[in-house]
């Protein structure tokens, strides 16, 4: 399983950029996103489960970021509005690869163990 994340550039504070994390299952499990910065630990930015009914989000980013699939490219997105130099990071998507049906057995979507796959991330810098 590969993961493909996409879509980080360089962006001034308040401007907006769109990730996107694609995979040949990720229409079927569920994603997260991390975002690890230099000298800091990874944080958890955004979750989705199987279904896409279910998103979560960080409490940094609450009310700036969104999570959805993307059925027309058949991946998962990371809408980020409102840009803050803190937003600058290393981008990564991440799978559990739990098939359909089965219970995932992790639920909490911050915890990096619930992830079976990850993608090389990409970069976002932000701009004051």
């Known amino acids: 399983v590969q993961l493909q994340a996409s879509g980080g550039g360089l962006v001034q504070a308040g401007g907006s950029l769109r990730l996107s994390c694609a995979g040949s299952?990720?229409?079927?499990?569920?994603v997260g996103w991390f975002r690890q910065a230099p000298g800091k630990e990874r944080e958890f930015v955004a979750g989705?489960?199987?279904?896409?009914?279910?998103?979560y989000v960080g409490d940094s980013v609450r009310g700036r970021f969104t999570i959805f699939r993307n059925s027309l490219m058949n991946t998962v997105d990371l809408q980020m509005n409102d840009l803050k130099p803190e937003d600058t990071a290393r981008y990564y998507c991440?799978?559990?690869?739990?098939?359909?049906?089965?219970?995932?057995?992790?639920?909490?979507?911050?915890?990096?163990?619930?992830?079976?796959?990850w993608g090389q991330g990409t970069q976002v810098t932000v701009s004051s």
């Open positions: 299952e990720v229409s079927r499990h569920a």
């Open positions: 991440a799978e559990d690869a739990t098939p359909v049906g089965l219970p995932e057995y992790y639920d909490d979507y911050g915890h990096i163990p619930k992830y079976d796959y």
């Open positions: 989705i489960n199987k279904s896409g009914s279910e998103t």
